[in-house]
Each structure stands twice: as structure tokens, then as C-alpha cells.
């Protein structure tokens, strides 16, 4: 027998507690119950008044909400927020109710500028978490892999201006001239004799536009976000990227991290995730 009841269920009041709705195996649950979250509230209290203005938004929140966009690969941040508000294990993991509001957006993007633009509190998180992972043993430093990707910035690619800099010293060169002249001291010999690096006038590779001479060369600056670089590799699409930078152990865990202008080499990036 066909059974055509589910308008009825949809309209059914029941009593049940959040906690009986996400499986133990989830994610977020596995997360929470790995990490205490309350050292943020350490954290970012000098950016609170104790005894003026209206409720904030919970800080725990504003730093789990960025958490769940990453996590599952979520594209912005106004999705974001309208996936927390049919999501029961979103709502879980955030300690908000089923009758609770979520922040809006654009409350969140205020917030979130206005406390803690230009802070360090991003890396303190990470760094208390990698701590964490290291008293377990979870961690094996004994080998460290590092790859750099590019990531889009969020630039039109039609508004920027052209400027003229000048050009870096590649990393593994300078090193690498540093060992040969240490080898020839100790030969006897004279150093070598420096020369123009003529296979990096900045005419071409994924960190040049345009080259003008040995020392400098000309780039496209974006007027939209000038802190990204203009990206172009093989046959990818030439657009306004970052580069980041990332060193993990054998199991996937990210030991460091570095973003730079997606037109930098990683010849010339390398040292700052060296560090």
C-alpha cells in the first residue's frame, strides 16, 4: 500500500534535543570535540568592552563561521550563511539554536573588519591549534613537503595600471653562486665574477608581463586589489591571482604557510616559508 503522509510529518510538533541530530561520526562533531575553543575568548578581549554596548556576536562563532566555508568548500560568505540556516549540524557546531537567527552577511563582514582587521589573531589560531596537534604526536616533522598553489583574487581583470619595479635576486641563485665561491676559496681560486642574469629580464615564466631591462621590469597592477599579481602559466587563464605557499609533514599536516602576489616565482618566495 502506498503510503502519501509526509505532509502530515512536515507539520508535526515534536520535542528533540540538537545534540540527537548530528552523528557521532560527523565532522564538525570530531572537531569540536578535538578542540577547546575558549582560548579565543583569551584571545580577543582587549577588543570588547566588559561593560558597554549591545551583545556582540559570539567571537567563537565569528571564527568557526570562515571554519564550515573552508571545510566544505563553500564559495562565499553570504552562501555560507544561508547554508548555517538549513544546516543542523552547522547549527551544532556553532551553538545555535533551531529558533536562534544566524548573522546576517553583512553583520559578519562588519565584525569581522571592524575587530580584527589587522591583527594576528588568525595566525594565534593556528599556531594554538598546531600546538595542540604536536602534543598528541600527531605531527612528523622529520620529512616537510612544500607546494605552492594559485588561488583567483577577487579583481576585475580589466582595472589596473601599469608600473615598472624592480627586479628580485632569485633565491637559489644567489645561494647557489654563495657555494660555488666558498669551494673556490677554499681551492684557491678567485670568485667568480658576477654576472646580469640573462635568462630572467622579466620577459617571460609566471612572474612577468613584460620586460624592460636587466634590472627592472614592468607589470600590471590591479586598481580593484593591488596587493594581488597578475598570473599567467602555460595555457591557464591570465588573471589576477595570489600565490600560497605551504609546508606539511607526511600525514597532510600545514606546518607554515605564505601568500604572495600570484606573479611571484617561487624562486623569490621560497625563503619567506623557508623561515
Not at 583569551?42 to 570562515?66: A, C, F, N, T
Request: aromatic content about 12%; some cysteine.
Amino acid at each position: 500500500m502506498m503510503t502519501t503522509d509526509k505532509e502530515k510529518n512536515r507539520q508535526q510538533i515534536q520535542f528533540f534535543s540538537m545534540d540527537e541530530l548530528v552523528p557521532e561520526d560527523h565532522l564538525l562533531r570530531l572537531i569540536d570535540r578535538a578542540i577547546d575553543w575558549s582560548f579565543i575568548y583569551d584571545l580577543v578581549k582587549d577588543k570588547y568592552s566588559e561593560d558597554q554596548g549591545r551583545p556582540s556576536i559570539d567571537p567563537v562563532v565569528l571564527i568557526k563561521i570562515p571554519l564550515i566555508q573552508y571545510l566544505y568548500n563553500i564559495k562565499s560568505m553570504r552562501q555560507t550563511i544561508r547554508d548555517i540556516q538549513v544546516n543542523m549540524a552547522y547549527r551544532w557546531f556553532l551553538g545555535i539554536g533551531v529558533y536562534d537567527s544566524v548573522p546576517h552577511f553583512t553583520t559578519f563582514g562588519k565584525n569581522y573588519s571592524r575587530r580584527f582587521k589587522g591583527t594576528d589573531l588568525f595566525e594565534q589560531i593556528f599556531e594554538r591549534v598546531l600546538e595542540e596537534c604536536f602534543r598528541y604526536k600527531l605531527v612528523d616533522p622529520s620529512t616537510i613537503f612544500i607546494d605552492s598553489t594559485h588561488v583567483k583574487a577577487h579583481a576585475n581583470n580589466k582595472k589596473y595600471i601599469r608600473r615598472v619595479v624592480k627586479e628580485e635576486t632569485l633565491f637559489y641563485k644567489g645561494k647557489l653562486e654563495e657555494e660555488i665561491n666558498r669551494e673556490r676559496d677554499e681551492a684557491g681560486k678567485k670568485p667568480l665574477k658576477k654576472k646580469d642574469d640573462d635568462d630572467d629580464h622579466g620577459t617571460g615564466g609566471p612572474d612577468s608581463d613584460g620586460g624592460t631591462d636587466g634590472n627592472t621590469r614592468e607589470i600590471k597592477e590591479s586598481s580593484t586589489d593591488p596587493e594581488s599579481g597578475w598570473f599567467h602559466k602555460g595555457e591557464h587563464k591570465q588573471v589576477f591571482a595570489y600565490s600560497v605557499e605551504t609546508a606539511c609533514d607526511a600525514h597532510g599536516w600545514i606546518l607554515g604557510y605564505s601568500t604572495h602576489p600570484g606573479n611571484a616565482s617561487d624562486a623569490r618566495t621560497f625563503p619567506a616559508i623557508y623561515k
